[in-house]
């Protein structure tokens, strides 16, 4: 067998940890899928006391995440920190100036500094993976790249924030008002003691920005999107719709249009036969119109540490199996 991919993991958090405890704990499997062994040589985090539940005495603790990159003997970095800007930001561009791949669930990071990464990434031949960072278990990323590759996309709709599908469906379920469904998603975990990011639209405008990249154009931002978020949703609203055979959505919508994109987050009338009304709870959906395939939806648990860190590992894995 080759020899070892040695990683660098930063943070370990929700999703930090899970890849960690699953690279440990499955690590036969993951070498034979791979080609190779997987080893997460050095870690770091802020607080190196805190109990991560998985054994990670065999790496190695780096105060300072930035610095991971820079380790000899680290072959790859797995970014899991999270901030558009700060250690994230910066442990990327030093990953990338060294040549080495950087695998990232982070969003915003890439929604605001797309550009000069990738240019970077050209520059020092480092790949940038970022399977993770839009509708965590569900592989669109490579359902983009590479199974729909040869087509010509016209139009990308989702649900790509799981909160705001929840509080939207459990208000329609259960007429509740957006107030009590919101503290009740905090309360199990599905929010986050701020909700701004999720419940405003920014969460899924910087992913629709990652797809919208994607499938249309690189040059893309999420200033380009109409961004509009679900705090005005009342349960009159929902009734009102579910009389006219309707419900609502936070939809994200890249779509081509006669003279560029148009791009918007906000909430949608959708028929309830329309794939997205049938996506419930905190689960994720991408519909994709494209010739020659023409449409094509994927549904899936978008966000939790066991779905974020499947998408995690197919990279570290297309990785391995690489370099
Ligand atoms: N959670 C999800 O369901 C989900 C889904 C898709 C994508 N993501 C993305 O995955 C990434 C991680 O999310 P998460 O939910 O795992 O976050 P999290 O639970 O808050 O964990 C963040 C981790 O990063 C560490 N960290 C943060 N800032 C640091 C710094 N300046 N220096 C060193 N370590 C630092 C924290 O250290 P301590 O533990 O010591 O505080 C923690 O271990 C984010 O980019 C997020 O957008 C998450």
Redesign the pocket.
């Known amino acids: 067998m080759k020899s070892p991919l040695r990683l660098g993991l930063?943070?370990?958090?929700?999703?930090?940890a899970e890849v960690a405890r699953q690279i440990i704990e499955h690590q036969d499997m993951l070498a034979v899928q791979a080609g190779r062994p997987i080893v997460i040589a050095a870690v770091?985090?802020?607080?190196p006391k805190?109990n991560r539940n998985v054994d990670l005495s065999a790496a190695a603790w780096v105060e300072d995440?930035v610095q991971l990159a820079m380790r000899p003997g680290i072959d790859a970095v797995v970014e899991?920190?999270?901030?558009a800007k700060?250690?994230?930001y910066h442990l990327a561009q030093s990953t990338l100036s060294t040549g080495k791949p950087l695998i990232?669930?982070?969003?915003?990071m890439l929604a605001a500094h797309w550009n000069e990464l990738f240019d970077m990434s050209a520059r020092y031949s480092a790949p940038i993976m970022f399977e993770?960072?839009v509708c965590?278990g569900i592989p669109v990323i490579k359902v983009l790249r590479e199974g729909l590759s040869g087509n010509r996309i016209t139009r990308i709709e989702g649900i790509l924030n799981g909160t705001c599908n929840y509080i939207l469906s459990t208000m329609d379920a259960t007429g509740r008002s957006f107030a009590d469904v919101l503290a009740e998603a905090q309360a199990k975990g599905y929010a986050e003691a701020d909700p701004t990011l999720d419940v405003d639209g920014w969460d899924a405008a910087h992913k629709l920005t990652i797809l919208g990249k994607l499938a249309f154009d690189a040059s893309v931002t999420t200033e380009q999107i109409a961004v509009t978020g679900i705090r005005s949703i009342t349960t009159a609203d929902l009734k009102g719709a579910r009389e006219d055979g309707m419900t609502i959505r936070l939809v994200a919508r890249a779509e081509k249009a006669p003279h560029g994109l148009n791009l918007r987050v906000s909430p949608m009338h959708l028929p309830l036969e329309h794939p997205l009304a049938a996506v419930t709870g905190a689960m994720n959906a991408v519909t994709i119109k494209a010739e020659p395939v023409d449409v094509c939806t994927l549904i899936g648990p978008g966000?939790?540490?066991g779905p974020?860190a499947s998408a995690v590992l197919a990279d570290i894995i297309d990785i391995a199996r690489k370099i």
């Open positions: 930063a943070g370990l958090g929700t999703v930090g770091s985090a802020r607080d805190k995440p899991l920190m999270g901030g700060g250690a994230a990232t669930a982070n969003k915003g993770a960072s965590g966000a939790g540490a974020t």
